[in-house]
C-alpha cells in the first residue's frame, strides 16, 4: 500500500512539473517574442536615426561647400583675401 | 389478501460506468489517434507549412560607400528615401487618391488617374520622394498607397567633379565615372536570414541578423582637394565663357606625389540631376583625343637633348617664317630668322620644331613619346580612358616627323599630357598619377630623361613666362613660373586643318621647386584662339591661389610700396593706449580707441558689442565712461571714418 501511495505521489509530481515546465515554456516564449517585438522596434527607432543623421550629414555637407560658401560669402560682400592682405603666422 | 413481492430494481450502474468508461476510453483512444495521425503522419507536413507561415527569408544589406576628399569632405552618399506605390486593387476612390498623391507630389492628379490601372496589381507613383512628402502620405493614411524606402546617392558638392564622380543608375549600380570603376569596391554586401514574423505579417528582430552597417560598402578617399577643385572649375568657366569656347577642361596636379588635386571639364555636370543633362557627364579628360600643338615641343626638345642631337644654345634657321616640307608648307606666327632652341621654345617655332624633330628622326621620337606615356592609356582607374593616337614610327613620313614634332598630327588625353609635364618637372622620372588617397610613397617611376635635360627644358619653359615668351601673361611676382602654350589647329572633318583651334597653357609653379602643375584647355574658342592669351590668365590666377593656400607666395614688393605710399589714408591718429584701463565696476573710456582695441576688453567682459558707422576708431560710446558695466550685456560703439 505504502509503495502504491509513494507512485502516486511520485505521479503527481511529476504531473505539476510537467504543467510548471509547460507553462514556463509559454512563458519565455511570450517574453522571446514580446523582447523581439521590442528590440525591433528600437531597431526601427535606430535606423530612423542614422537616416535622419545621414540626411543632416548631407545637408552639412552642402552648407559647408566651397561653392555654397564662396557664394554666399559675395553675396555678403566677402572676397578672397589679395596677397597684401595676408600675413602668415608662424 | 396476497401480497405480490416486488423484485428490487437491478443495479445497471456498473454497465453504466462501463459503458461511459469505454464511451471514455473510445474517445481518449480517438483523441491519440488523431494526436499521432497529426504528429506523426502528417507532422512533417505540417511542420513544414507551420515554418512558411511564420518563418521568412529576410535579406539585409548595407549602404553604398562614401567617396571623399583628400581632407575628408563628403563627395557621394547614400541616404534612405521614400518611394511611394498604389496597388490599384485596393483602392477605394482612385480620383480622390489621384487627386491627393498629384497635391502631395506636385503633379497633375489627371496624370497620376491614369497611371492608376485598376488592372495592375502594382504601380510606382513617383521614385525617392522628399520626406516632407512621404509624411504627408503617410499622414493621409490612404488605402492602397504604399511607401517602401530605398537607396538614393547624394553628391552634396552639387557639380564639383561631377564628371570625374560619375553617377549610380536606380538600383545603385555605377554607371559612369569612379561610380562605376570603383562599383565593387564602393557596393555593399547582404545576406539572407530567417527571421520569424508573426500573424499581421511584422517580422520580428532576430539576434542572428547582426549589424547591418557591417555590410556597407567601402569608402573610397580621393587625392582631389575641393578648394582647388573650386578654383579650377570657376577659372575653366571663366576661360570657356570669356573666350565663347565649346567646352574646356583642366588639371592639377601635386608635383612631389603625382597626386591628382582638381579634375575639371566645363561644361559643370551635377550628379543629382542626371537626367535634365544632355551628354555633360562625358569625361573628356580621361577620353577625348586631341592634337597638343605647342606643349608637345618641350617633350621633342627634351628627347634631342637626351639624344645629344642639340643643345640649348644650338641655333636652327627658321626660314624666316615659311618652310616646304615634303611638298607641304609649315608657318611660323613671326618671321624668325636664327633661333637658340631656348629661344624656339620659348617663340613657340614650328619651324624649328620641325628641324629639331626631323634631326632626331621617328624612331627616337616614338620612343620617348612612348616612354612618357603618350601612347598608352596613363591607367587611371576610370572607364574609356583613351590610349591615344600616335601611328607607329614606321608609318610617318617626313611630313608626318616635322607635325609631330610641333605637336601636329598626334592624338592625346589632356591625362598623357599631364603625365608628360609631371616627368619634366619631376627631375625626367616618369611618376604615375593617382587618383585615390594613399600614404604610400609614388611607385612604378622611371627615369626617362636625365636631371640636366629636363632641368634645361625647365628652364626654357621659365623663359616662356619669365622672359618675352609667349606664355607672359602667366607671369607672378615674387614667383618664378614655368609654362608653355599651346595653340593647336584641329583637323577638319573633310580633310586637312580648318579654321577651328585648341587653345591650351601647362605651367609649373614654382618653376625653381616644383610643386603645383596647372594644365588647362579651351577647345574651339571664338574671337582669338592663343592659349597664352586665352588660357594663360586664367592658369596664373589658378596658380596664385595655390601658392597663397600653401604660404609659398611672398608679399609682392609693389603692393608693400602701394600700402606705405597710401599708409595716410588709412592709419589714424589714434590715441596710444598701452593697455586701456579696465576695471571691474566701471566702463572704460573708449573714445579714440581702435575697434580692435575696445572689443578685445569687451569681449573679455563677456559683451559682444553692437557697431554702428564705418572706420576703425570709437567716437562714443554706450554705456557711458563711468557708468557701471551693462547688467544685461547689451554696449553699443558708434566709429568714426577719420580723426578728429
Known amino acids: 500500500m505504502a509503495q502504491t501511495g509513494q507512485g502516486l505521489w511520485a505521479l503527481v509530481l511529476m504531473f505539476v512539473l510537467a504543467i510548471i515546465l509547460g507553462l514556463s515554456l509559454v512563458w519565455v516564449n511570450i517574453e522571446r517574442v514580446d523582447s523581439a517585438y521590442a528590440l525591433k522596434s528600437l531597431e526601427r527607432t535606430y535606423q530612423d536615426k542614422q537616416d535622419q543623421h545621414s540626411k543632416l550629414l548631407i545637408e552639412r555637407q552642402y552648407l559647408l561647400a566651397p561653392a555654397t560658401l564662396r557664394e554666399r560669402a559675395e553675396k555678403a560682400g566677402l572676397h578672397s583675401p589679395r596677397r597684401e592682405q595676408i600675413r602668415m603666422i608662424e | ?644
Open chain 2, 1 to 644: 389478501m396476497s401480497r405480490t413481492a416486488q423484485k428490487p430494481p437491478k443495479d445497471r450502474s456498473r454497465g453504466k460506468i462501463v459503458f461511459v468508461g469505454v464511451l471514455f476510453a473510445l474517445a481518449i483512444m480517438g483523441l491519440w489517434a488523431r494526436a499521432y495521425y497529426v504528429q506523426v503522419i502528417k507532422g512533417p507536413e505540417y511542420a513544414k507549412m507551420a515554418n512558411r507561415q511564420y518563418w521568412v527569408a529576410e535579406t539585409v544589406s548595407g549602404k553604398r560607400g562614401q567617396i571623399l576628399d583628400r581632407n575628408g569632405l563628403l563627395l557621394a552618399k547614400t541616404i534612405t528615401t521614400q518611394s511611394v506605390y498604389v496597388r490599384p486593387h485596393e483602392m477605394v476612390d482612385r480620383w480622390a487618391v489621384a487627386s491627393q498623391l498629384g497635391k502631395i507630389l506636385g503633379r497633375n492628379p489627371q496624370a497620376v488617374a491614369a497611371s492608376l490601372d485598376p488592372k495592375k496589381r502594382f504601380v510606382w507613383v513617383d521614385r525617392k520622394i522628399s520626406d516632407a512628402q512621404a509624411q504627408a502620405i503617410r499622414e493621409e493614411n490612404m488605402p492602397g498607397v504604399y511607401l517602401d524606402a530605398e537607396n538614393s546617392r547624394q553628391y552634396p558638392q552639387g557639380h564639383m567633379a561631377g564628371q570625374l564622380l560619375g553617377f549610380v543608375n536606380v538600383d545603385g549600380q555605377g554607371i559612369e565615372g569612379l561610380e562605376k570603376s570603383f562599383n565593387d569596391y564602393l557596393a555593399p554586401s547582404s545576406a539572407k536570414y530567417i527571421v520569424q514574423k508573426d500573424a499581421a505579417g511584422n517580422r520580428l528582430s532576430s539576434s542572428e541578423k547582426g549589424d547591418a552597417e557591417s555590410f556597407d560598402g567601402q569608402d573610397l578617399r580621393l587625392t582631389i582637394d575641393a578648394q582647388v577643385q573650386l578654383a579650377l572649375e570657376e577659372a575653366l568657366a571663366r576661360s570657356v565663357l570669356k573666350s565663347r569656347s565649346k567646352t574646356g577642361m583642366g588639371l592639377v596636379v601635386d608635383i612631389p606625389s603625382g597626386d591628382i588635386l582638381a579634375w575639371g571639364n566645363y561644361p559643370l555636370f551635377n550628379p543629382n540631376v542626371v537626367k535634365k543633362t544632355a551628354g555633360e557627364w562625358k569625361n573628356r579628360l580621361a577620353v577625348d583625343i586631341f592634337e597638343p600643338g605647342s606643349t608637345l615641343k618641350p617633350i621633342m626638345v627634351a628627347a634631342a637633348l637626351q639624344e645629344n642631337i642639340c643643345t640649348p644654345t644650338t641655333k636652327y634657321f627658321c626660314e624666316n617664317g615659311k618652310w616646304k616640307v615634303g611638298g607641304k608648307r609649315i608657318k611660323d606666327t613671326h618671321d624668325y630668322d636664327k633661333l637658340t632652341v631656348s629661344e624656339i621654345i620659348r617663340y613657340s617655332s614650328n619651324i624649328g620644331s620641325a628641324k629639331i624633330g626631323l634631326a632626331l628622326g621617328a624612331p627616337a621620337l616614338h620612343r620617348y613619346f612612348e616612354q612618357v606615356g603618350l601612347v598608352r592609356p596613363v591607367g587611371l582607374p576610370l572607364p574609356g580612358e583613351s590610349a591615344g593616337l600616335v601611328r607607329p614610327p614606321g608609318q610617318w613620313t617626313q611630313i608626318d616627323l616635322a607635325n609631330a614634332a610641333f605637336g601636329q598630327g598626334v592624338g592625346v588625353t589632356m591625362l598623357q599630357m599631364a603625365e608628360a609635364y609631371l616627368c619634366l618637372a619631376n627631375d625626367g622620372v616618369r611618376r604615375p598619377l593617382r587618383l585615390t588617397c594613399t600614404s604610400e610613397p609614388p611607385t612604378g617611376e622611371q627615369r626617362v630623361f636625365s636631371t640636366e635635360v629636363s632641368r634645361s627644358v625647365m628652364a626654357m619653359l621659365e623663359e616662356v613666362v619669365q622672359m618675352d615668351g609667349t606664355g607672359t601673361r602667366a607671369r607672378i611676382d615674387g614667383v618664378r613660373v614655368a609654362g608653355k602654350t599651346g595653340t593647336a589647329q584641329k583637323a577638319s572633318p573633310t580633310g586637312g586643318y580648318g579654321g577651328d583651334y585648341i587653345a591650351s597653357f601647362f605651367a609649373i609653379f614654382p618653376a625653381d621647386n616644383p610643386r603645383y602643375l596647372v594644365v588647362m584647355m579651351v577647345d574651339e574658342p571664338q574671337g582669338g584662339h592663343y592659349g597664352g592669351v586665352i588660357v594663360a590668365p586664367e592658369v596664373r590666377a589658378i596658380g596664385v591661389q595655390l601658392l597663397t593656400a600653401s604660404g609659398m607666395l611672398s608679399e609682392p614688393k609693389e603692393a608693400i610700396v602701394r600700402s606705405q605710399s597710401s599708409a595716410p589714408k588709412y592709419v589714424a591718429a589714434v590715441q596710444k593706449y598701452e593697455t586701456i584701463a579696465v576695471s571691474t565696476e566701471n566702463m572704460p573710456n573708449f573714445s579714440g580707441v581702435t575697434v580692435r582695441q575696445a572689443v578685445e576688453v569687451l569681449v573679455g567682459q563677456g559683451i559682444v558689442p553692437k557697431i554702428s558707422g564705418h572706420g576703425v576708431v570709437i567716437e562714443k560710446q554706450k554705456p557711458l565712461p563711468g557708468e557701471k558695466w551693462p547688467a544685461d550685456k547689451r554696449c553699443q560703439l558708434w566709429l568714426r571714418q577719420d580723426p578728429s
